[in-house]
C-alpha cells in the first residue's frame, strides 16, 4: 500500500523523501531509487501495528539530518495539492470542524474527486 501511494504521489521526481514514526522521532530519508524500491514492510508494519507513520510533502533536494524534517527552502518538489481537514472535537481546541467523515467530504463537493483520501485519526488527509 505505502509503495503504491509513494509511487503515484512522487514518480521517478528526484529528492529525498522524508519520514519518521511518532514515538522514535528520527528521520529517515529515502532517495529516488529507495522510494521506489524501498522494503514497504518496514513502513507497512509499523501501520499495520498502528503506529503514527508521518512524511514531508514537500520532497527536499539534500537529506537533511536524522533529527530534521526538512524545510521550506530546501523543498525541490510538490507532487499536488492537499489539504488536512480536521473532523469532530475529539482531540481539536476548535469546535466547528464538520461533524462526520460525511459531511467533511460534503465540503469539498465542488471540487474534483481527489487522487487519495487518508483518515488521520482525528480528520483527513486529502492529495489531488
Not at 43 to 72: C, H, M, T
Not at 89 to 100: I, K, L, R, S, V
Request: proline share 4%; aromatic share 12%; glycine share 10%.
Amino acid at each position: 500500500m505505502a509503495y503504491k501511494f509513494f509511487n503515484e504521489m512522487y514518480g521517478d521526481a528526484d529528492g529525498y523523501l522524508a519520514i519518521w514514526e511518532s514515538t522514535k522521532k528520527s528521520t529517515k530519508w529515502l532517495s529516488k531509487a529507495e522510494r521506489m524500491n524501498f522494503a514497504l514492510s518496514d513502513i507497512d508494519d509499523l501501520i499495520k501495528d498502528n503506529k503514527n507513520v508521518y512524511f514531508g510533502l514537500g520532497l527536499q533536494a539534500e537529506p537533511r539530518g536524522e533529527w530534521s524534517r526538512g524545510s521550506a527552502d530546501g523543498v525541490c518538489c510538490i507532487p499536488g495539492i492537499w489539504i488536512d481537514l480536521d473532523i469532530g472535537t475529539e482531540g481539536h481546541a476548535a469546535d466547528n470542524y464538520p461533524a462526520t467523515v460525511e459531511e467533511g467530504m460534503s465540503l469539498l463537493s465542488e471540487l474534483p474527486k481527489p487522487s487519495y483520501v487518508v483518515h488521520s485519526g482525528g480528520g483527513m488527509h486529502i492529495y489531488w
